[in-house]
């Protein structure tokens, strides 16, 4: 199995500043297809997951562009531009490129 | 939508069979997927199944106590769990996998719990 790092675990922001989120995976995520599955999701307190990146960069529909993705291979960030108390709860990056798998979390709390 | 069904409390060394019912898209379209959660902890991710049943996916885990299946005419995915512990007390969601790997759709879960 793919296993997914994700640093750091907790994270506490001032709300209108940035916030950065790495996933590292333990082998690269480029698919034979020649297209790397990962992707991050969004966990509020009391709410299932929601998909907020998929396949590296790309926001699903409805994310607010103050977040982003990037990355390659086994390295991989995702930043908000500034933080809203929307954005509190746990940020989970995911490999779909063998099976499944989840970083640990990380939690993101308001300063 | 997704909904899961199935859950409740069962005793150490029994079974389970989760469902979940698939509502407003292709259900014959997609992978589905299983991931679990428990309380207070991060997500797993459990088993998937391609869109026609031949093919399926396991964490190596659980490997040979559960067994994924999907019933395309009537839009519904399962999760046979035997051999249940301690450790299989999460809630599972049954989530949808877009074309592009990732977990776009996702039920609110159904708890488990796996006690004596």
């Known amino acids: 199995d793919i296993v997914m790092t994700q640093t750091p675990l907790s994270s506490s922001v001032t709300l209108g500043q940035p916030a950065s989120i790495s996933c590292r995976s333990s082998?690269?995520?480029?698919?034979?297809?020649?297209?790397?599955?990962l992707s991050w999701l969004q966990q509020r307190p009391g709410q299932p997951p929601r998909l907020l990146i998929y396949?590296?960069?790309n926001r699903f529909s409805g994310v607010p562009d103050r977040f982003s993705g990037s990355g390659a291979g086994t390295d991989f960030t995702l930043k908000i531009s500034r933080v809203e108390a929307e954005d509190v709860g746990v940020y989970y990056c995911?490999?779909?490129?063998?099976?499944?798998?989840f970083g640990q979390g990380t939690k993101l709390e308001i300063k | 939508q997704l909904v899961e069904s199935g859950g409740g409390m069962v005793q150490p060394g029994g079974s389970l069979r989760l469902s979940c019912a698939g509502s407003?898209?292709?259900?014959?379209?997609?992978?589905m997927n299983w991931v679990r959660q428990a309380p207070g902890k991060g997500l797993e991710w459990v088993a998937n199944?391609?869109?026609?049943?031949?093919?399926?996916n396991y964490v190596d885990s659980l490997k040979g106590r559960v067994a994924i299946s999907r019933d395309n005419a009537g839009n519904s995915l399962s999760l046979q769990m035997n051999y249940l512990g301690a450790d299989d007390t999460a809630i599972y969601y049954c989530?949808?996998?877009?074309?592009?790997?990732?977990?776009?759709?996702w039920g609110r879960g159904t708890m488990v719990t796996v006690s004596s």
């Open positions: 989530t949808r996998e877009s074309s592009w790997g990732a977990l776009d759709l």
């Open positions: 407003g898209f292709t259900f014959s379209s997609h992978w």
């Open positions: 199944i391609n869109e026609d049943g031949s093919e399926k």
């Open positions: 082998q690269s995520l480029v698919h034979s297809d020649g297209n790397t599955y």
């Open positions: 396949m590296v960069s």
């Open positions: 995911m490999q779909g490129t063998q099976s499944g798998s």
